[in-house]
């Protein structure tokens, strides 16, 4: 493991809380939030992996089964330190991990007050120890899990599987990352990641052109193609740079770990698209190639949704 740092970006803004999220199953979420996470601690980064999805697909694909002592659930009902919770992995990587009794905090958390923001607090106890922390999110949006994440993010990291209707299910999660963000009464950048992409197909290269077209500087050029490896690694425990340090998944997600880095580096830009703007904003679906519109179906925003002006348009400051 490279322990030094190395980036064209100066070094960060302090500790990056990057939340993965989309209500949509299976899209590629852990796969991208882990990888990316391996990527940034093969750069020298300290990153944290934080999983907060019961099903605990993030701790098990970095190889932690059936953990004993305190998790997720502990720190989040404030039964444990984080530190003590942390688990080292020999990667280098740090993780928080998810047990099977994570879900239970849905229901005890009914009789707490402001139960969405325990992770932000414990994460207040190491600000100074990570780079990134990465949060791996379950796909129910609307939970008390998905809230704590929300809330301890400094931006969230929207996963768009490049398949059929995926620009309405980004459309539909922007939507709900507002939702989320105006019960916060939060305003946190957006950034989108494109995944599971297939340039073989000429829909997907399409609808590729199409996310970037609506999304904007939003989204990172950088797109995670499909690979059997992201699928055969989580299987050993390990993230793809270890498995094969030279397939195209690795290069996939160093390329992403650079774009992040540089995303935010000391001075760097404002991202261009936060919760809050999604309705005043415009999609492309102009642009969406006819093959990509036909998938999308019923559906399909209104008309009115995807019009007004400018794709790539900045929010008043
Ligand atoms: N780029 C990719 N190439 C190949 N397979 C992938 C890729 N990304 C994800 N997968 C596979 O797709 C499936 C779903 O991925 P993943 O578990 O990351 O989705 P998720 O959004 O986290 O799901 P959930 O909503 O259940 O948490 C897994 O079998 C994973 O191995
Ligand atoms: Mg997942």
């Known amino acids: 493991m490279t322990q030094t740092r190395h980036s064209h970006c100066q070094p960060g803004q302090g500790m990056q809380v990057l939340t993965f999220v989309n209500q949509k199953g299976g899209c590629g979420k852990t796969t991208t939030a882990i990888n990316l996470a391996g990527a940034l601690a093969r750069r020298g980064e300290r990153v944290l992996v934080v999983d907060l999805d019961p099903q605990a697909h993030a701790t098990m694909g970095l190889g932690v089964y059936g ?29 928080l991990p998810a047990q099977p009794r994570l879900g239970e905090f849905e229901e005890v958390s009914e009789r707490m007050i402001h139960p969405e923001q325990r992770l932000r607090f414990a994460l207040d106890a190491v600000r100074d120890r990570y780079d990134y922390v990465i949060v791996d999110c379950p796909p129910r949006t609307d939970g008390v899990l998905c809230a704590n994440a929300m809330f301890a993010c400094t931006t969230a990291m929207l996963v768009v599987e490049t398949g059929a209707f995926a620009l309405q299910g980004a459309l539909q999660a922007l939507r709900v990352l507002e939702e989320v963000g105006e019960n916060q ?26 996310l970037h077209s609506r999304f904007g500087t939003a989204m990172f050029d ?65 642009a969406l190639p006819a093959s990509a519109s036909e998938a999308a179906g019923p559906f399909s925003a209104p008309s009115e949704a995807l019009e007004p002006s400018g794709p790539n348009r900045r929010p008043t400051p």
């Open 67 to 95: 953990a004993e002592g305190p998790g997720a659930v502990e720190v989040l009902l404030d039964e444990a330190y984080i530190e003590q919770a942390i688990r080292e992995l020999p990667s280098g990587l740090h993780l």
């Open 185 to 210: 009464e939060r305003r946190y950048p957006i950034r989108v990641v494109g995944t599971l992409y297939d340039r073989r197909t000429r829909f997907a290269r399409e609808l590729l052109v199409a």
């Open 222 to 286: 950088t797109v995670i193609r499909t690979s059997v490896r992201l699928r055969e690694a989580p299987a050993l425990g390990v993230t793809v740079d270890v498995l094969d340090p030279d397939c195209r998944a690795t290069a996939d997600f160093a390329a992403l770990a650079e774009e992040v880095c540089c995303a935010f580096a000391e001075g760097a830009e404002a991202t261009p698209l936060h919760a809050g703007t999604v309705q005043e904003s415009n999609t492309a679906d102009a």
